[in-house]
């Protein structure tokens, strides 16, 4: 059991949670994520641990309510208990030294952005941070990343708040002017907004590094229900990853498993019609 | 009671189980088998004949006691045979189930050379419930030892070494990666073969004893073997081997594809055939197919026959009698209107245009020169592809080791699979660090894994002789 120490809404449907957890606190990497399962029955469902107190032996975690496990957590109050956290997972970042990196975020992937963000400016390494979102209330921890970033630049597709567009636009920029262009970019964020910095970063030749989000189970490497393609090769993102060369996953897959099980939602009998 | 002739013996037929209708079962998860009746299981063991030779005892990987069990129950005396079994076998009530039991004791039966061996896996299990039924568990003895031993994993391994370390009065602690316990016992095999009462009960036995388990502890990650050494007296490691092996076929990564691993994960540990609205989804395919012939992939077939499909398809390389499933599981899976394709080999499974899986392509084998296995080696068929059409398709080819624990202990001596090395007394290269179970052994059985605990307990309690315990209260 897991005592809930804090829980606060940042952004609409984003929340930031403290929960107790010692000795994942005390284990924990930049880069690493929990399974989090809330009560018996429920699913166990991958959460990025977005930072760690190991003297309070506390964990942080940014969680959106994107949907049915989701929200069940962030309804949870402080002094309550969450049931399962299982931590702490997934390799952690190879924080390398680079010089200029530029760290790319949409949406809830800016929380996952966030640790390792930090852990490459504290290696000393000179970071630009582009968030993106629907609009202003969507574009989270922006003070929180200008902390250590050299720029800060956010990005809404309505333009209420920084540039209008996608987080694609300031990074072109950035890549074209010889005086900016980065050594390596980080994104996390939807499939599309990486397969998007992936394929704008190759033609330049720049180390693109992304994390991935699969559905996954157990988070140790038992089941293979979080395979992805990499480069030609079957990896398991929870024990592989979460972090791979963005220049060679292969989305199209990523986003279809993805969405297998709304998929199974909304057309219960695929087979039917098949062999009709 | 009188004695009876071996004349008498002989004439005893070997009895029946009474076992759900294959059709009502191949519905529901309860289990199929519905346990002897007191005055069948007494019968059957009269048919023992209490020979010289004592083949079954041979045959056993951990020397069960069986004709003085037998004999015991022949006489009536249920509590005199529990405790018998007891002495051998941590989990009767388990192995019982699902110990392949005509390549073991049932197998050399004396008996079955002319006619039909002791169903001695059935009175195994008919003696271990009634025991769990009318026999208090044990407790903690009154005096300690003072020593602290970790536990890593709590499958059969782990479970039977942790009861046996607190009998000989150790503090012991069982640290488990998932949220639950009994590792392949809770989350591989199905309830309707091993229903998970009965692992529920063995975890309860233990915390009578004084275990204390803790979930969610990934060795390797949330606390790493070193950490554990320095504050624990001994380790027992029995993680299992946990890593599901793939066909590396084209098409395998589509949507409706599963590794066994988790297509039974889904269905037992998260629950998915029991229909809670918040629960973990599973996709129920309308026809099924399953690459594999071992207990693995008749536990998911028979699972997905359960989960609604109208044809649940069995895809095996070689002949039916070459499975290395229980004899029983492929019976009750003849009978529960289960396919088999067999000498087939799969190619590819092939995907409509929304990447989901729709066939997969199968190749027809014949059986040639026998391999090293002693089995015959299966030699393709050219030009005998096929496609069967599909919806889930479930790969189900075995484990290998999983190297999260063993890969941040570099004086961890392992095998080139990944194995961890253990000599006969379960001792690794790390002084105070045991192992056994399918970490040692490759994927193996319940009873070997079993009989590793029960032999690392002893070894544990004879390494700490003489030792001072480090301090107790500072234990993580
Ligand atoms: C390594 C890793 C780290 C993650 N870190 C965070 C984090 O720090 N904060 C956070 O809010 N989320 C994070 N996620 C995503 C999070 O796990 C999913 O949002 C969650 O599982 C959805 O569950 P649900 O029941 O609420 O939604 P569902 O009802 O299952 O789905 C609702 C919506 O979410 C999408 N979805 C489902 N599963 C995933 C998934 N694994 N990834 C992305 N979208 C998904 C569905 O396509 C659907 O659109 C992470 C995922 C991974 C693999
Ligand atoms: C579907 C299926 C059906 C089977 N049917 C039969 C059968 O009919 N008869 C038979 O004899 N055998 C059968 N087997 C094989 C048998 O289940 C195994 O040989 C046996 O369970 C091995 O026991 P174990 O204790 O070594 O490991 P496991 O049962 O695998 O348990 C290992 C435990 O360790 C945990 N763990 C793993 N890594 C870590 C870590 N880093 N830190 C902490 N904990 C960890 C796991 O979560 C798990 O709970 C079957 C196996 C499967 C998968
Ligand atoms: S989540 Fe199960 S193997 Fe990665």
């Known amino acids: 059991m897991f005592k809930v120490i804090s829980n606060e809404e940042i952004a609409p449907q984003l929340h930031r949670m403290v929960i107790e957890a010692p000795r994942i606190a005390k284990a924990r990497k930049p880069g690493q994520f929990a399974i989090v399962r809330l009560k018996p029955g429920a699913e166990r469902i991958p959460l990025t641990i977005a930072d760690d107190d190991p003297e309070a032996g506390t964990i942080t975690l940014i969680i959106q309510a994107v949907g049915y496990s989701t929200k069940e957590i962030v309804a949870t109050q402080p002094g309550e208990f969450i049931q399962n956290i299982a931590g702490p997972l997934g390799k952690p970042t190879d924080i390398e030294v680079w010089g200029k990196v530029v760290c790319v975020g949409g949406g809830a992937g800016t929380a996952v952005l966030f640790p390792l963000a930090k852990g490459l400016a504290q290696a000393g390494n000179e970071l630009t941070t582009i968030i993106g979102g629907r609009s202003e209330k969507y574009v989270i921890l922006f003070d929180e990343l200008s902390a250590f970033s050299k720029q800060t630049i956010a990005t809404t597709e309505d333009g209420s708040l920084g540039e209008k567009g996608f987080v694609t636009g300031p990074l072109k920029r950035l890549l074209d002017d010889p005086a900016t262009k980065p050594d390596a970019v980080y994104a996390v964020g939807p499939v599309p907004m990486m397969r998007a910095v992936s394929d704008m970063t190759r033609p330049y030749g720049v180390k693109t590094i992304v994390s991935l989000n699969p559905i996954m189970i157990d988070g140790t490497g038992m089941c293979g229900g979080c395979r992805v393609t990499v480069g030609g090769k079957v990896q398991f993102a929870c024990v592989d990853g979460p972090e791979f060369d963005g220049h060679d996953v292969d989305y199209a897959e990523l986003a279809a498993r993805q969405n297998a099980y709304q998929e199974l939602d909304e057309h219960g009998c695929r087979l039917d019609a098949a062999l009709a | ?476």
């Open chain 2, 1 to 476: 009671m009188a004695e009876i002739s071996v004349k008498e013996k002989m004439a005893i037929e070997r009895t029946k189980m009474p076992e759900q209708d294959a059709l009502e079962r191949s519905r529901n998860f309860k289990e199929v088998n519905l346990g002897l009746p007191l005055e069948w299981a007494v019968r059957e063991a009269q048919r023992c004949l209490a020979c010289k030779k004592r083949p079954c005892v041979d045959g056993c990987p951990v020397n069960v006691h069986i004709p003085e069990f037998l004999a015991k129950l022949a006489d009536g005396d249920v509590a005199g045979a529990a405790q018998i079994l007891r002495v051998d076998n941590a989990l009767p009530a388990t192995t019982g189930r699902v110990c392949p039991q005509e390549y073991q004791c049932e197998g050399q039966c004396l008996r079955g050379k002319k006619g039909q061996s002791v169903a001695i896996g059935w009175l195994e299990r008919f003696v271990a419930d009634w025991a769990a039924q009318n026999l208090a568990p044990d407790k903690a003895p009154a005096a300690q030892t003072g020593f602290r031993v970790a536990v890593i994993g709590s499958g059969p391994g782990g479970l039977t070494a942790a009861g046996e370390l607190a009998r000989a009065g150790h503090k012991v602690r069982v640290f488990e990666a998932l949220h639950d316990t009994g590792g392949v016992l809770r989350y591989g095999i199905p309830e309707f073969r091993l229903p998970k009462r009965i692992v529920d009960q063995e975890v309860q036995n233990l915390r009578e004893l004084g275990v204390e388990i803790e979930t969610d502890v990934i060795v390797g990650r949330t606390l790493t073997l070193s950490e554990i050494r320095e504050e624990y007296d001994a380790v027992f490691v029995a993680n299992g081997a946990g890593l599901p092996m793939f066909l590396h076929v084209p098409g395998e990564n589509l949507k409706g594809v599963y590794s066994a691993n988790e297509y039974l994960t889904r269905a037992n540990l998260m629950g998915a055939w029991m229909d809670d609205p918040c629960g973990t989804p599973i996709a129920r395919g309308k026809r099924v197919v399953v690459f594999g012939g071992g207990n693995v992939a008749m536990d998911s077939v028979r699972t997905a026959k359960r989960l609604g499909a109208d044809a649940a398809i069995i895809a095996y390389r070689r002949g039916k009698d070459e499975m290395p499933a229980r004899k029983e599981e492929v019976k009750h899976a003849e009978e529960e209107g289960i396919e088999f394709h067999l000498l087939v080999a799969p190619l590819e499974i092939l995907g409509d245009e929304k990447g989901w899986v729709r066939a997969v392509k199968l190749q027809k084998m014949e059986l040639g020169e026998p391999d090293a296995s002693g089995r015959r080696r299966p030699v393709a068929v050219e030009g005998s592809e096929f496609e069967l059409a599909c919806d889930v398709a479930v790969v189900a080819l075995g484990t290998t080791a999983n190297p999260l624990l063993t890969a941040a202990e570099p004086d961890l001596k392992l095998d080139k699979w990944g194995n961890i090395l253990a000599d006969e007394n379960q001792s690794t290269s790390i002084p105070g660090v045991f192992a056994g179970g399918d970490i040692v052994r490759g994927g193996a059985t319940v009873i070997l894994a079993m009989g590793d605990g029960k032999c690392a307990a002893q070894s544990i309690s004879e390494f700490l002789k003489g030792k001072t315990p480090k301090a107790p209260e500072k234990a993580a």
